[in-house]
């Protein structure tokens, strides 16, 4: 079965990706994550959608094995998981009506009786596995396409607005700026993000003010001095919490306390992979470190040795410091994003 | 010229002059029983040409509004002149180069500077050091305002020292010299010295064993108080917090290592993370002025405003000679751009009083609300 060996390697290769981060953003590993799964699907023999769910929940609990800290991985497979028990309860119900009908019917003298309970249960397989890769395609349009999300944002940017944004890495943001522009004027300041994006900040920057908007880099301490200029905090995190916090890039959680001090709105844009199942119970647990090199340089070895030091890669906001929640079906308050997480998942899938 | 027109534009001519003319009647009438006609259309015809020059005068407002310190002085290249002294130039240099940096440190250079000006001085024939120092001094400090707009506690010292001049005027110069001198010295060690000793004592009451204290930059006193309490024997722990471009947490880290104080070293961005750790966050001040706000640092604000979040004390280190009688309601009406920095790079914020638990200086522990209430009584004791 080359196919099989083929999946195996591609899950190997992807694995691996995600261990050496040399795959990272949640948008690039949720598209691979769908991807991957999608082939995972369609090459895997599973009789019935229960084998198929636990062969997918065990790829998941490998991938979050690899990469803990990424947990759009996970995200996509609970959204996969839950369309495979939406679809395999909609063909049951198909089914029965069907039976149904041929019994009641008088179509059902015509037919030839007991059809072999194997074949309709590999045509079950198959009807399921062509609805289930279909419902991952429109999966991956939906990451892809961040239309909605930018419609519903640009409502809320007006003319000559200055908007602050702590999150030079996020490529859905300078998409939203680049489309906003096309129709507003408005001034960006983006922060430094000393030390880890210092030069994503660079490139932002260079990107807005290519595309005629103002924009301005902001060193990290000056943001409480300027906020009663900014008139909207805009953030993309890399998750959503089900309790409406998020977990996001070091360097947000100040800028956005600063708003909520200055009462200015923070608006937080996030595709729905992003939307995860967690609660923020361990938040410890949630926040990546990282290389300490970055704060003191490894040449000042001295004083490295006596010093503690750390290079916090998140923060975690709780949701009494954000407005509101832009996903790709609308901006939702912070305090309802439960509900929209138990639309996108089947709580089941909690733990894989 | 009126054959070139287009209908169109003859049109929207006179419907100008018509709009000018109205303009010009309404300010009459608005304006009974005042000025002559003949001034009054002076005063309508200048409107008009005023409102003409607002549109000419906005362009260049809006080519720069979108940085948010636009407004401020950039540094001017120091020159010196004939009878600048060398030590006021080499401090008005280093203060630039942030070399001298931190108020306390740039006060203290500043009257040691001050210290040898006088010592040099000779009084131009005719007239005495009493008389004529003043306005020599004025053209040092000039120079130095040059290099660095002057700190609070830079001002508040060159006001006592002009104050100090009159009780040496019937002085002869050697004997002024010599009493300006030491007048010079006392106030170094009254007004910040001792403060400094005074300040360390109080604070030190509020480090426990086991307690971690967050600070925010360099601050002399802080310094000296977490050196004090390690001296007693307090087993306790220190989170330096620094931020870019001057990275004066740094030398707090490597002073706070020196006497093997358990030390942490974060950068502003990290503060949110290590918070919850935090038992005490103290500080220093570049200033505080008379509405109570801290201002100091940039970035400070940020560290107080997630302390406060949290239900951290925040204290406020602070020696009375850095008390301004400046009413300051945020960052933008005054500071200082960085040298050699960024276009949004300034040297301080503004911290909002609701987040300072309390103001600690050498005459007592207040609340940052009561420091009027100091500034009086230093006012009411010099009359």
Request: hydrophobic share 40%.
């Amino acid at each position: 079965m080359s196919a099989k060996g083929d999946i195996n390697v591609q899950i190997a290769a992807f694995t691996a990706q995600l261990q050496r981060r040399e795959i990272s953003g949640s948008r690039a590993v949720a598209l691979a994550t769908a991807h991957l799964i999608s082939r995972f699907v369609s090459s895997r023999r599973w009789p019935t959608a229960d084998d198929l769910i636990n062969q997918v929940k065990r790829l998941g609990r490998e991938l979050e094995k690899a990469q803990p800290h990424e947990l759009a991985c996970g995200n996509i497979i609970r959204r996969i998981l839950k369309s495979i028990r939406t679809v395999d309860e909609t063909v049951e119900l198909v089914e029965a009506v069907d039976d149904r009908e041929r019994r009641s019917s008088m179509f059902g003298i015509l037919s030839v009786p007991g059809s072999g309970d194997k074949s309709t249960d590999h045509m079950r397989s198959r009807d399921l596995k062509a609805a289930v890769i279909e419902d991952i395609q429109v999966l991956i349009e939906e990451i892809g396409n961040e239309e909605p999300l930018q419609r519903v944002g640009t409502e809320m940017i007006n003319d000559n607005e200055v908007i602050l944004t702590p999150c030079p890495r996020s490529v859905t943001l300078l998409d939203f700026f680049l489309k906003v522009a096309q129709k507003r004027s408005f001034t960006v300041l983006v922060t430094e993000c000393y030390p880890n994006g210092v030069e994503d900040a660079k490139m932002f920057a260079e990107r807005l003010t290519k595309a005629g908007i103002r924009t301005e880099i902001l060193p990290d301490a000056t943001v409480n001095a300027v906020m009663s200029k900014v008139s909207k905090v805009i953030i993309s995190p890399r998750t959503v919490l089900a309790n409406g916090g998020v977990i996001a890039s070091s360097g947000m959680a100040l800028p956005c306390l600063a708003a909520k001090n200055f009462n200015k709105p923070v608006l937080v844009f996030a595709g729905s992979y992003k939307l995860s199942l967690l609660y923020p119970f361990d938040v410890e647990r949630l926040i990546e470190v990282g290389n300490s090199g970055k704060v003191i340089d490894f040449a000042d070895a001295d004083l490295m040795d006596k010093l503690e030091v750390t290079n916090p890669l998140c923060d975690y906001l709780g949701p009494e410091l954000l407005d509101i929640i832009i996903t790709t079906d609308g901006g939702h308050p912070p305090n309802f994003m439960y509900r929209i997480v138990l639309d996108n998942y089947s709580t089941q899938d909690q733990i894989l | 010229m009126s054959k070139d027109l287009t209908p169109a534009q003859a049109k929207a001519l006179k419907k100008q002059q018509k709009q000018a003319q109205r303009a010009a009647r309404k300010e009459q009438g608005g304006n009974v029983g005042g000025a002559p006609q003949a001034s009054q259309q002076q005063h309508g015809s200048r409107k008009h040409t005023a409102v003409g020059n607002v549109g000419q005068s906005s362009a260049p407002e809006t080519a720069a509004p979108d940085r948010p310190f636009a407004h401020l002085d950039q540094h001017k290249p120091i020159v010196s002149a004939a009878d600048i002294h060398p030590a006021i130039l080499n401090l008005a240099l280093q203060m630039r180069r942030c070399n001298v940096l931190g108020s306390t440190q740039r006060c203290v250079a500043m009257m040691e500077a001050f210290s040898k000006v006088i010592e040099d001085y000779q009084s131009p024939p005719g007239t005495t050091l009493g008389r004529s120092l003043a306005a020599h001094l004025s053209r040092q400090i000039e120079v130095l305002k040059v290099g660095r707009a002057l700190s609070v506690s830079q001002g508040n010292a060159i006001r006592w020292l002009k104050q100090h001049l009159s009780a040496v005027l019937d002085f002869k110069d050697v004997a002024a010299k010599e009493e300006l001198q030491l007048a010079i010295k006392s106030f170094v060690r009254e007004r910040l010295e001792v403060a400094a000793k005074v300040i360390v004592k109080s604070a030190g009451t509020h480090i426990r064993n086991g307690d971690t204290v967050l600070t925010f930059g360099h601050s002399s006193v802080v310094y000296q108080t977490l050196a004090a309490a390690r001296k007693e024997g307090k087993e306790f722990s220190v989170i330096c917090v620094d931020t870019p471009p001057l990275f004066e947490g740094k030398r707090s880290a490597v002073e706070l290592v020196e006497l093997e104080i358990p030390t942490s070293y974060i950068l502003i961005s990290a503060v949110p993370y290590l918070l919850d750790t935090v038992t005490t966050v103290m500080v220093g001040a570049h200033a505080m002025v008379s509405n109570g706000h801290l201002y100091s640092r940039v970035g400070t604000s940020l560290v107080a405003m997630a302390a406060f979040d949290r239900n951290i004390p925040m204290l406020v280190l602070c020696e009375t000679l850095k008390f301004s009688e400046r009413i300051q309601l945020d960052a933008f009406s005054v500071n200082e751009m960085i040298p050699g920095e960024g276009p949004n790079s300034v040297f301080y914020d503004l911290t909002d009083s609701k987040y300072i638990s309390k103001v600690i200086t050498e005459v007592g522990a207040l609340p940052a609300s009561s420091v009027p209430v100091i500034l009086r009584e230093y006012k009411t004791q010099q009359v």
